[in-house]
C-alpha cells in the first residue's frame, strides 16, 4: 500500500476513558450524547464502515458484516487539547499538557506582554472569536489596543482590526508572544486573528495566521517525508506540527472544503500520506454547545463518504477518527477527554475487523509507519498485520 489519508473529525469523541473524572468529564460522550439528545443520527455510511459496532458504542445503528475494520483508542498523554491529540496520532507522548487558562492569562503574562508591544490589552479572558469583537470592536478600534482572549484549548489568541493594526504588526505582536509563551507558561498555539468592518458588522478575515510549538520529536510525518514520500496536510494540521514533517499544505475555509481539497489529492498521484482535519465539528458546534449543529454537520460528512471512497486507488487506505471529544450536551465549553473512534477502509482491508480498544492514538501512527515501511515512532503498536 502506497498512501494512507487519516481524516480527523476534530472533537468526534465516543466516550469516556477511564481517567476522564480527573479532568472533570464524568459521562462524557460526544458522538452517543448528540444522537441520544436528538433522538437519533443519521450516518448511513459510517455505520457501514462499523461506527456502531465499536465496543461499547450505543444509539448508533450496528451492521451484520461492517465494510471495515473498527475500533476505538485510549490517550496515553496528558491532556485533552488539539495538539495533545494529533501529536499522540502520529507518535508522540505528552508526559507535560499544555497550559490552559479558564479565567484569562495571569497578570505576569499580561504585563510583561504589553511592555513588549507598547500596547495595553483588552479582553484577556476565554471568549468566541466572533462575540469578542463584536463585544470590544468598538473599544478596539478608538484606543488602538489589541484583543486578547483564550479558549478551551491552549491558546493565547489576538484579535486586532487591519486599519489600527496592520498585518505586518499583529504577526510581530504575535511572534512576540510566541517566544514568551515557553516553559512554565507554554501554550501550544498563538494565533493571530485578524478582522475588518464597521462597528456592529465586524468580521474576521482570511489573515488568521498560528504560531505552534514544533514537535519534541520526529513523528510519523518525518519519517515519511525522509524517505522521500508525500505528507499533505489539508486544514490546520500544518499550523499544529508548525510545518514540521510536511510537503504540501492546504489550509481550508469549513468542513465541506476539507473534504472537497481531500478528495482532489486522492484523486492525484501522491505517495505517502494525506492528513486531514476538520475543525467546523469542534469550532463550531462543540465549543458553541450547538447539539443539533453538530449532528447536521455529522450527517453532512457521511454524505460525503460515497466520494470520499470511491476516489481511493487499489493501494489506498482511509483512517477516520478523532483527536478528543467536545460533548455538545456537556457543562461549559471545555473538550472532553474521551476515546477516539477508528475506522479503516481500503481495498485490501479485511472487512470486519474489530480492533477492540487501543492502547493508544499512537498506534495509528505506527500502523502508517508500518504499512509505509518507514522507522517506527517512539510509541505505539501497529495493527497492520491484523487488518491486511
Known amino acids: 500500500?502506497?498512501?494512507?489519508?487519516?481524516?480527523?473529525?476534530?472533537?468526534?469523541?465516543?466516550?469516556?476513558?477511564?481517567?476522564?473524572?480527573?479532568?472533570?468529564?464524568?459521562?462524557?460522550?460526544?458522538?452517543?450524547?448528540?444522537?441520544?439528545?436528538?433522538?437519533?443520527?443519521?450516518?448511513?455510511?459510517?455505520?457501514?464502515?462499523?461506527?456502531?459496532?465499536?465496543?461499547?458504542?450505543?444509539?448508533?445503528?450496528?451492521?451484520?458484516?461492517?465494510?471495515?475494520?473498527?475500533?476505538?483508542?485510549?490517550?496515553?498523554?496528558?491532556?485533552?487539547?488539539?495538539?495533545?491529540?494529533?501529536?499522540?496520532?502520529?507518535?508522540?507522548?505528552?508526559?507535560?499538557?499544555?497550559?490552559?487558562?479558564?479565567?484569562?492569562?495571569?497578570?505576569?503574562?499580561?504585563?510583561?506582554?504589553?511592555?513588549?508591544?507598547?500596547?495595553?490589552?483588552?479582553?484577556?479572558?476565554?471568549?468566541?472569536?466572533?462575540?469578542?469583537?463584536?463585544?470590544?470592536?468598538?473599544?478596539?478600534?478608538?484606543?488602538?489596543?489589541?484583543?486578547?482572549?483564550?479558549?478551551?484549548?491552549?491558546?493565547?489568541?489576538?484579535?486586532?482590526?487591519?486599519?489600527?493594526?496592520?498585518?505586518?504588526?499583529?504577526?510581530?505582536?504575535?511572534?512576540?508572544?510566541?517566544?514568551?509563551?515557553?516553559?512554565?507558561?507554554q501554550v501550544a498555539r498563538v494565533i493571530a486573528r485578524p478582522f475588518l468592518g464597521e462597528v456592529g458588522n465586524f468580521t474576521r478575515t482570511a489573515n488568521r495566521k498560528d504560531y505552534s510549538l514544533k514537535p519534541f520529536d520526529k513523528t510519523v510525518l518525518d519519517f515519511a517525508k525522509e524517505k522521500g514520500l508525500d505528507v499533505i496536510a489539508v486544514g490546520k494540521i500544518e499550523d499544529i506540527f508548525d510545518g514540521q514533517g510536511v510537503t504540501e499544505a492546504a489550509h481550508t475555509k469549513s468542513n465541506m472544503d476539507g473534504v472537497d481539497k481531500t478528495i482532489e489529492y486522492l484523486k492525484g498521484d501522491s505517495k505517502g500520506i494525506i492528513f486531514t482535519n476538520l475543525v467546523d465539528f469542534d469550532a463550531k458546534f462543540g465549543h458553541r454547545r450547538n447539539v443539533e449543529g453538530y449532528k447536521e454537520a455529522l450527517e453532512e460528512f457521511d454524505k460525503r463518504m460515497p466520494e470520499i471512497l470511491e476516489s481511493l486507488k487499489e493501494d489506498d487506505l482511509l483512517i477516520i477518527t478523532a483527536d478528543h471529544g467536545n460533548d455538545p450536551t456537556y457543562k461549559g465549553t471545555d473538550h472532553t477527554r474521551e476515546y477516539i473512534p477508528i475506522l479503516v477502509y481500503g481495498k485490501n482491508v479485511k472487512s470486519g475487523v474489530n480492533l477492540g480498544i487501543r492502547k493508544s492514538f499512537a498506534d495509528i501512527g505506527a500502523t502508517i509507519a508500518d504499512i509505509l515501511d518507514t522507522k517506527m515512532p517512539k510509541n505505539g503498536e501497529s495493527f497492520k498485520d491484523i487488518i491486511l
Open 1 to 185: 500500500m502506497n498512501r494512507t489519508t487519516i481524516i480527523i473529525l476534530d472533537s468526534v469523541g465516543v466516550g469516556a476513558l477511564p481517567d476522564s473524572k480527573s479532568y472533570g468529564d464524568e459521562g462524557v460522550n460526544t458522538l452517543e450524547n448528540i444522537a441520544k439528545e436528538c433522538g437519533g443520527i443519521n450516518l448511513p455510511n459510517l455505520v457501514e464502515l462499523g461506527l456502531g459496532n465499536i465496543d461499547g458504542i450505543e444509539n448508533i445503528d450496528k451492521v451484520s458484516n461492517p465494510k471495515g475494520a473498527y475500533g476505538k483508542a485510549d490517550e496515553i498523554s496528558k491532556g485533552k487539547d488539539t495538539t495533545t491529540g494529533h501529536w499522540e496520532i502520529v507518535g508522540l507522548k505528552i508526559e507535560e499538557p499544555f497550559q490552559t487558562y479558564p479565567d484569562g492569562f495571569p497578570k505576569h503574562i499580561i504585563e510583561k506582554f504589553e511592555e513588549k508591544i507598547g500596547r495595553k490589552v483588552l479582553g484577556n479572558k476565554v471568549a468566541s472569536g466572533t462575540e469578542i469583537i463584536k463585544e470590544l470592536g468598538e473599544e478596539h478600534v478608538k484606543t488602538g489596543d489589541p484583543i486578547v482572549y483564550t479558549s478551551a484549548d491552549s491558546v493565547f489568541q489576538v484579535a486586532a482590526h487591519e486599519d489600527v493594526i496592520s498585518l505586518e504588526e499583529l504577526y510581530k505582536i504575535c511572534s512576540i508572544a510566541r517566544e514568551m509563551l515557553r516553559g512554565e507558561d
